[in-house]
């Protein structure tokens, strides 16, 4: 077994330094080969050093990295059929939902109360309810006050678009190296299916013509900021009858614009809700459909295919929300920065993402010798377990979401995850819950965990999935590749059974 840190009790109890390095010295790279890695040697320094923290904009960062947002903007200049900018439902998690408004000085305090407690906190982001530049005061205001006290924090900001033209210099002058524009059409007719009204120049706008209106400002927005070397995520919602077919066109034109990434998000409508699409029954797309756009689209801007779509008050990794640890009643009036828990955390992980790139690397040039499947065979599926690190860490009964791989020869690629509910409770797995896990394995063939009981194991097997723990606490590519070549066989040994 390669080293074993396990960042997640590193984040809880950091210990000494000494005890870190301690850690750190009884493993060493046990790869075979140290080969070049795939994040930094992909893209000019720059560019990895702006995203190699930030767990949205790089699928390796989103391992080790925290983001959180506070909702300080709570204004919006447009109408979205999908929200209803709704302040307290604490159990829903999309876009938009909050369970408290902040002033920026109360979200200063929050950010530093969480710094203290939650080492891979390294991005914040205002990302609603609202939009983050048409209460734009609040949202520098904001910036102003946690960077006196973290100066190594990124700023995100995620925007309709619509104002975002007025405000990229001072965007520029604050060191916001991450926009995120939602960009769900360039067809002024489809967005006026989407869009019912802007409120721009001081009037109420409809229709076609407020999607056009939309539109332009959205487009000369994204060239503005790519031009000032700004790296623009571009999120779009995929919805159903209304856009999908016509995102294709959208990545294109994005692309064009220099957008970094492309995130194809799916339409999350129920009744509850209590918005528009919830209201007529819009259907958001099944994961096999938001898949089958994403393969189309495999040529054209870089797609994020990690994106969990949070909170507008997330606190934590991607896929948990500890928001609800960091409410304002449980953080006190004053509020002290302690510098130390988060640089141990860093430099514990530069050694770890090191060791993880190698490790990756040797698993790319295990998979090249598996046997050949032929020219039409499927990657395999394989969903893994994990709490973050880059590892099998995570027990199977306390997963409430799992990460899903393809695997072939050519490699171990994160396609996206299924949410399921956490089935185990009190230590009983429940049924039901067990059938939705399932259900939501959908297509996959094995399931990669760091332990899993008899019960849960059985059952999965019935429904044939097989589950393995022999890879717990390894990385989780050279897992999925080992357990690959086990399965179809490598070309030096010819067959070998899973
Ligand atoms: Fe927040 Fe958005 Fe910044 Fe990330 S989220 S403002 S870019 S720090 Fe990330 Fe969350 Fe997806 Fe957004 S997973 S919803 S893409
Ligand atoms: Fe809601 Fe954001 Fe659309 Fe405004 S821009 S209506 S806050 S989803």
Request: proline content about 4%; some cysteine.
């Amino acid at each position: 077994m390669s080293q074993v840190i396990s960042l997640d009790s590193i984040a809880k109890a950091p210990g000494s330094a000494e005890t870190m390095r301690q850690d750190l010295a009884k493993g060493g790279c046990t790869s075979s080969s140290c080969g070049s890695s795939d994040g930094p040697a992909d893209m000019p320094a720059e560019i990895w050093d702006k995203i190699k923290d930030h767990p949205c904009y790089s699928e390796e960062a989103h391992h080790y990295f925290a983001r959180m947002h506070v909702a300080v903007a709570p204004a919006c200049n447009i109408q979205c059929n999908y929200c209803n900018r709704k302040y307290d439902c604490a159990n829903e998690s999309r876009p938009g939902v909050v369970s408290e408004r902040l002033t920026p000085e109360q979200a200063a305090r929050k950010v530093i109360a969480v710094a203290n407690e939650v080492p891979q906190l390294s991005v914040l982001g205002i990302a609603g309810p609202g939009d983050s530049l048409y209460d734009w005061k609040k949202t520098f205001e904001t910036f102003e006050l946690v960077e006196k006290h973290l100066p190594d924090i990124k700023f995100c900001i995620s925007t309709n678009g619509l104002a975002l033209p007025d405000h990229v210099e001072e965007i520029a002058r604050h060191n916001i190296d991450h926009v995120t524009i939602t960009i769900n059409m360039v067809d002024p007719e489809i967005g006026a299916k989407i869009y019912p009204w802007i409120f721009f120049d001081k009037r109420r706008i409809h229709g076609v013509e407020a999607a056009r209106i939309l539109h332009e400002r959205q487009m000369r927005g994204l060239e503005m900021l790519t031009e000032r070397g700004i790296l623009v995520k571009v999120n779009s919602v995929m919805i159903p009858g209304i856009n999908d077919e016509h995102l294709k066109v959208v990545n294109a034109e994005v692309k064009k614009r220099g957008a970094f990434l492309h995130n194809i998000m799916p339409l999350i409508s129920a009744p509850e809700h209590g918005t528009h699409f919830g209201l007529t029954g819009q259907r958001g797309p099944t994961a096999a459909e938001l898949k089958s756009l994403q393969d189309d689209l495999a040529d054209g801007a870089n797609l994020m295919r990690h994106c969990r779509q949070c909170r507008a008050d997330a606190v934590g990794l991607l896929g948990e929300d500890r928001g609800q640890e960091f409410t304002l009643d449980k953080i006190g009036e004053e509020v002290t920065y302690d510098p130390e828990k988060r640089r141990l955390y860093r430099e514990v992980v530069e050694a770890e993402r090191a060791d993880h790139q190698k490790a990756r690397a040797a698993a790319e040039d295990a998979l090249a010798l598996t046997a050949d499947a032929g020219a039409n065979a499927v990657p395999m599926l394989v969903a893994v377990t994990t709490k973050g690190g880059g590892r099998l860490n995570q027990h199977f009964g306390h997963a409430t979401e799992f990460q899903v791989y393809e695997v072939d020869r050519d490699g171990v690629r994160f396609v996206g995850h299924r949410r399921a509910d956490n089935y185990c409770l009190g230590g009983y797995g429940e049924e039901d819950r067990l059938d939705t896990i399932i259900g939501a394995l959908d297509g996959v063939t094995a399931v990669l965990t760091a332990r899993i009981g008899d019960c849960p194991r059985e059952r999965l097997e019935e429904a044939g999935i097989i589950v393995s723990d022999a890879y717990a606490y390894e990385y989780i590519e050279s897992s999925i590749g080992a357990y690959y070549t086990a399965s179809v066989g490598s070309v030096d040994t010819g067959r070998a059974s899973a």
